[in-house]
């Protein structure tokens, strides 16, 4: 930073206008170009996140999908002996 402050004072010493407007210029251009990659560093950063969060969300559902699953399976079960239960009832009489 001291470097560029030295060439700013000189410049506006040695009474540079146009070279000192063109010198502000180009540091405007590179504060510019440094936001605009902060920008794009936060922007992947927040994709990453939502990537993530997206495959916390599919492996959550699939965790359902297996209980689920798995109830529907018991509840078919339970149906079919109740079935049979009700057929020997009817059969018995």
Do not use: C, H, P
């Amino acid at each position: 930073m001291k470097f560029f402050r030295k060439i700013r004072q000189s410049m506006v010493k040695e009474n540079r206008t146009i070279k000192y407007l063109l010198y502000a210029m180009g540091e405007v251009v590179l504060v510019v170009i440094g936001v605009i990659k902060a920008l794009e560093v936060s922007n992947i950063n927040e994709e990453a996140k939502k990537e993530k969060l997206g495959e916390s969300y599919i492996l959550a559902l699939q965790t359902d999908l297996a209980a689920d699953v798995t109830l529907l399976e018991k509840q078919i079960k339970s149906g079919k002996e109740l079935s049979q239960a009700i057929e020997s009832y009817i059969q018995t009489e």
